[in-house]
């Protein structure tokens, strides 16, 4: 890659533009060309020091960043919050003070309340520190990597080659599932209307999104019109879909009793074989993970590879994370 990547954080992709994306894109592209050799390792970042402050569970982000940063040849250092300071009362942005004089160059952050690697991130700017940080999920806000592993997944089963965002124009895409309570929803209508996608979301009234406006008011005169649709019901958004993104029912989220059961919940918005009957022939389907087996997808769907990328998105986690990763740590 031979662009400049000026973008200094990497907190949402509400203010990405098309380039962006596909620097991301192609950067990756390299690193999983990289991942498929018998030595999987390079030196871009080597003497940087990565630091994984995770305030709240994760197994696949938290594993999938650590494992990109020692690809790229960094030194990583990781938080456990419930054997650090916290526990003593030192504060997060205390806590964070204390990685940045231990010479951490990147920070990824994850933590259960919405805005705190933004936090995180303006104090590093107002102390003068040249430290980075990327939001690795922050409550109910965003997951931007998540998002764009899952572009980078979409746009390769179009072009192994060569992914790029012009491949989704006008290609349908269907998001099921707890949508009021995914961040990775969020990142993801950020990310697929950008590109031209049309973007159908269908979940129940109790876990839909009550205000769309924050999606389609975007100021950025680079950006595409962008194609945002709302159903209640599932089968008008997997009509003709191209691609099917089905979302885990976030229980720890809900303060309320928002559903009936979870077997109800299948019953209407499950994704099966029978209602990919709807969708286009050669329809695939992706979820975050973790995968609530025959709630959100049928276990034999999750498991069968003509349909299922689940597998495929664990995967390009690792290359995207490494293009992230390598972008804000050498600014090409």
């Given at each position: 890659?031979?662009?400049?990547?000026?973008?200094?954080?990497?907190?949402?992709?509400?203010?990405?533009?098309?380039?962006?994306?596909?620097?991301?894109?192609?950067?990756?592209?390299?690193f999983a060309e990289v991942l498929s050799r018998r030595t999987k390792k390079v030196p871009t970042l080597q003497g940087q020091v990565?630091?994984?402050?995770?305030?709240?569970?994760?197994?696949?982000?938290?594993?999938?960043?650590?494992?990109?940063?020692k690809r790229l040849s960094a030194d990583t250092l990781s938080f456990a919050p419930g054997t650090s300071s916290l526990s003593k009362g030192e504060t997060i942005l205390d806590t964070a003070k204390t990685y940045w004089a231990m010479g951490t160059d990147l920070m990824v952050i994850r933590h259960q309340q919405a805005g705190v690697s933004s936090a995180i991130a303006s104090l590093m700017d107002r102390l003068g520190a040249k430290v980075r940080v990327l939001n690795a999920g922050d409550g109910q806000h965003e997951h931007p990597s998540q998002a764009l592993l899952d572009l980078f997944t979409i746009t390769s089963q179009l072009d192994a080659k060569?992914?790029?965002?012009?491949?989704?124009a006008d290609k349908k895409i269907a998001i099921v599932g707890d949508i009021v309570h995914s961040r990775v929803a969020r990142s993801n209508i950020w990310?697929?209307?950008?590109?031209g996608a049309q973007v159908h979301l269908a979940a129940p009234p109790t876990l839909a999104p009550k205000l769309l406006?924050?999606?389609?008011?975007?100021?950025?005169?680079?950006?595409?019109?962008?194609?945002?649709?709302?159903?209640?019901?599932?089968?008008?958004?997997?009509q003709d879909a191209d691609f099917v993104m089905t979302l885990r029912l976030q229980k720890e989220r809900m303060t309320q009793h928002l559903l009936p059961s979870g077997r109800e919940y299948h019953q209407l918005f499950g994704i099966?074989?029978?209602?990919?009957?709807?969708?286009?022939?050669?329809?695939?389907?992706?979820?975050?993970?973790?995968?609530?087996?025959?709630?959100?997808?049928?276990?034999?769907?999750?498991d069968d590879p003509q349909f299922s990328l689940i597998s495929q998105q664990v995967a390009s986690g690792v290359a995207v994370r490494m293009a992230l990763l390598y972008l804000m740590g050498s600014g090409k």
């Open positions: 890659m031979t662009n400049t990547w000026n973008r200094r954080h990497i907190l949402s992709l509400a203010d990405f533009v098309p380039d962006e994306y596909d620097t991301v894109l192609q950067t990756a592209t390299s990565v630091a994984n402050l995770f305030f709240e569970p994760s197994t696949r982000t938290r594993n999938s960043f650590e494992l990109a940063a060569h992914p790029r965002i012009s491949l989704l990310s697929l209307t950008a590109t406006a924050e999606y389609t008011a975007i100021s950025d005169d680079s950006a595409q019109n962008r194609q945002l649709y709302l159903h209640w019901q599932v089968e008008p958004a997997l099966t074989r029978e209602r990919l009957k709807l969708c286009k022939p050669d329809v695939k389907v992706l979820h975050p993970g973790p995968v609530n087996r025959g709630v959100e997808i049928s276990s034999d769907l999750m």
